[in-house]
């Protein structure tokens, strides 16, 4: 695979600016840590009537373990919220809900729609100066393995856009609860999208043009955890230690994620938006990793024998392929041929990753004509 060798090398930028480090909000991580936690959080931040926001994958019994979890007198208010995106109708009915309950903070509970859906509410409150001291806190508590809410929001996940990287206070949740008992309903496609979105985060990071040494090292934790386990939580979902591993490897990936992501996830959206399918995010990554890998090769110097450690890869073996049969083999698509996307569907789509904010921290200098390069191979 070739592309033109016109590229910036991201990690040798004369000037470039000392990143912040700010290791980020209160997480506590173990199995039946909902039980064991919730209810002093709730305390200490000093809710007393939270409203739940969930989504489809919560799933009936996460939402009774929190409930059963509560303090007796919280009078928790609980929203549904369905879909895959997370919308600012939804936003509007949650805010809704939210002053008809007198509620007094939320509690995130789900996969990524409910957790951004979560943290944008809260942000909404805090900085509408509906509240004097600092607005309504947070919760966070994750039930799939994706990256617990702790990614950048980007687009229309939090409207006007964010620089990556660069994730306010103010739309982090206070609290994190990481609870692996929680993932084991997660099914087996879900965990595959979900564990690719967490391992490609962490590829992201790690290769990121930001200066963030802890991220790095936080993200090759993160790579490393889900290599060895993502196949075995895929394929048996039981498997407690395989979903503690893959959700602490989604725990690096949130964290690590503040240095910036890339390319992939620049693209992943915008094929997202473009074929408007119900898809979960991650589950293109298989396709799109590869050659968006092959096309940052030229600025990503020793990394990629770093990377290359870290993913078990062998030296003679291409990184870009190793990807694609990891992903072959969690039944994740390794093209976007099925999506028949056409030439015009492409353009759009390049065009719409070049103005993606994580694009300026992808390792390589990207255009819109990369961008329909790449794709090409990606279909």
Not at 291 to 306: W, Y
């Amino acid at each position: 695979m070739t592309f033109d060798d016109q590229w910036t090398d991201g990690f040798n930028l004369p000037g470039q600016a000392m990143a912040l480090i700010n290791y980020l909000t209160r997480i506590h991580f173990a199995d039946l840590v909902l039980e064991d936690a919730l209810a002093e959080q709730l305390g200490l931040l000093g809710i007393r009537r939270p409203l739940i926001v969930t989504d489809r994958v919560a799933g009936h019994e996460a939402v009774a373990r929190v409930t059963d979890a509560l303090p007796c007198a919280s009078g928790a208010s609980i929203q549904m919220v369905s879909g895959t995106a997370a919308s600012d109708l939804l936003l509007d009915d949650i805010g809704a809900v939210f002053a008809a309950g007198s509620c007094d903070g939320f509690i995130g509970l789900g996969g990524p729609v409910a957790l951004s859906l979560t943290r944008r509410a809260a942000h909404d409150r805090r900085t509408a100066g509906l509240r004097t001291a600092g607005g309504p806190a947070m919760i966070a508590i994750p039930t799939t393995t994706a990256c617990v809410g702790l990614q950048p929001l980007f687009g229309n996940k939090a409207r006007g856009g964010r620089r990556p990287g660069a994730v306010a206070a103010a739309m982090l949740p206070d609290v994190v609860l990481c609870d692996p008992t929680l993932t084991l309903d997660q099914d087996e496609a879900a965990t595959a999208a979900a564990g690719m979105d967490a391992l490609t985060h962490c590829i992201e990071a790690y290769l990121g043009t930001t200066w963030n040494p802890p991220a790095d090292g936080i993200a090759l934790d993160g790579v490393r955890r889900a290599r060895s386990s993502l196949d075995r939580a895929v394929r048996d979902g039981a498997n407690l230690d395989a979903r503690r591993e893959m959700l602490a490897a989604a725990l690096d990936a949130g964290l690590a994620s503040q240095k910036g992501l890339g390319s992939v996830e620049a693209l992943a959206e915008a094929v997202e938006d473009e074929i408007d399918a119900n898809v979960a995010h991650g589950s293109l990554h298989a396709a799109l990793l590869p050659p968006v890998l092959a096309f940052n090769a030229p600025a990503i110097g020793a990394r990629l024998g770093t990377l290359r450690e870290a993913l078990q890869i062998a030296p003679d073996d291409a990184v870009p392929e190793a990807i694609a049969a990891l992903g072959a083999g969690i039944r994740l698509p390794v093209t976007l041929a099925p999506f028949g996307l056409d030439r015009a569907a492409r353009g759009r789509i390049a065009r719409r990753a070049a103005e993606h904010p994580a694009t300026r921290t992808n390792p390589r200098h990207v255009t819109a004509a990369d961008y329909l390069q790449i794709l090409d191979h990606a279909c």
